[in-house]
């Protein structure tokens, strides 16, 4: 069974950097599609990035030169470091499992709430 | 980026009424369009990919049609348990986008 599992959401300041983790079990993260989308509170989805098997990596224009998302095979865990935080970064941040083809998000974990406030 | 414009952005209907919702993206994106249906409090779960493939946990009341840049999620008789948000999302692009949701509330 597929599992995903995000850690490391809080409350920070704006200009602050946090990490988020994303521990997954029942498949490997390395030869996956794996993604970050981010839902701020009662509003839409929104992709936020992707990495691929080979290591690529894609970020939404509202994110890029900011986060960075990353994998650690060893522990079939996937990261979103996050740099430079706004206001506008306050929402709660799954981690995705992509399947069937890329960007496709079968499996989703419950989530973990980033706030950003002074 | 890809645009997805979704239509209505909500919607009143009643059990056993048909529903239907659009999505429209800025420019063609070859069928490569995914739903997601999201319960309050829970993650969206994909209920089609590919404009019309399903997912083998969704009824086969829900259905997927379209091409180009018009899509549509179809629900031939709506059940309590659909009321939900619904979201598309265009996969075409290695830069992913969402629509901004329909929400289905009860009449």
């Known amino acids: 069974e597929v599992q995903l599992v995000e850690s490391g959401g809080a409350l920070i300041q704006p200009g602050g950097s946090l990490r988020l983790s994303c521990a997954a079990s029942g498949f490997t993260v390395s030869n996956s599609y794996m993604s970050w989308v981010r839902q701020a509170p009662g509003k839409g989805l929104e992709w936020v990035s992707i990495i691929y098997s080979g290591g690529s990596t894609y970020y939404a224009d509202s994110v890029k030169g900011r986060f960075t998302i990353s994998r650690d095979n060893s522990k079939n865990t996937l990261f979103l470091q996050m740099n430079s935080l706004r206001v506008e970064d306050t929402a709660v941040y799954y981690c995705?499992?992509?399947?069937?083809?890329?960007?496709?998000?079968?499996?989703w974990g419950r989530g973990t709430l980033v706030t950003v406030s002074s | 980026d890809i645009q997805m414009t979704q239509s209505p952005s909500s919607l009143s209907a009643s059990v056993g009424d048909r529903v239907t919702i659009t999505c429209r993206a800025s420019?063609?994106?070859?069928?490569?369009l995914a739903w997601y249906q999201q319960k309050p409090g829970k993650a969206p779960e994909l209920l089609l990919y590919a404009a019309s493939i399903l997912e083998s946990w969704v009824p086969s009341r829900f259905s997927g049609s379209g091409s180009g840049t018009d899509y549509t999620l179809t629900i031939s008789s709506l059940q309590p348990e659909d009321f939900a948000t619904y979201y598309c999302q265009q996969y075409y692009s290695i830069v992913s986008t969402f629509g901004q949701g329909t929400k289905v509330e009860i009449k």
């Open positions: 995705v499992r992509g399947a069937r083809y890329p960007g496709v998000c079968v499996d």
């Open positions: 420019q063609g994106i070859s069928n490569s």
